[in-house]
């Protein structure tokens, strides 16, 4: 079956840098647009950032244009999301999202990704 396994979160400063890594199994991984969302205390699953199955195209939510970078290796089948910059309101709980069949209209719509990863932890501190 499908498995998404999300790393490298973690506490850090504001200001610090983090990379998430998103291990995929189960799935022709080329085939899938990868999302990146996360989740606030109290808040609505949000898109982050979403990339094209060659990899050639990526999307981003305007708060972390700039700051943010996904990117990923189809020969290992893992997505990455670099986090740089980081400020207090990136504190949440990050998820990848693999689904096969997304429209440029839908890549930011949570309800369209088929599967999720666990999500890690990550949280900034002042």
């Known amino acids: 079956q499908v498995q998404l396994v999300e790393s490298g979160g973690g506490l850090v400063q504001a200001g610090d840098s983090l990379r998430l890594s998103c291990a995929a199994s189960g799935l022709t991984f080329k085939f899938y647009t990868m999302g990146w969302f996360r989740q606030a205390p109290g808040k609505e699953r949000e898109f982050v950032a979403a990339?094209?199955?060659?990899?050639?195209?990526?999307y981003y939510v305007d708060s972390v244009k700039g700051r943010f970078t996904i990117s990923r290796d189809n020969a290992k089948n893992t997505v990455y999301l670099q986090m740089n910059s980081l400020k207090l309101e990136d504190t949440a709980a990050y998820y990848c999202a693999a689904d096969a069949s997304l429209t440029l209209a839908s890549l930011t719509t949570r309800r369209a990704y088929d599967y999720w990863g666990q999500g890690t932890q990550v949280t900034v501190s002042s």
């Open positions: 990339i094209g199955g060659s990899g050639d195209t990526t």
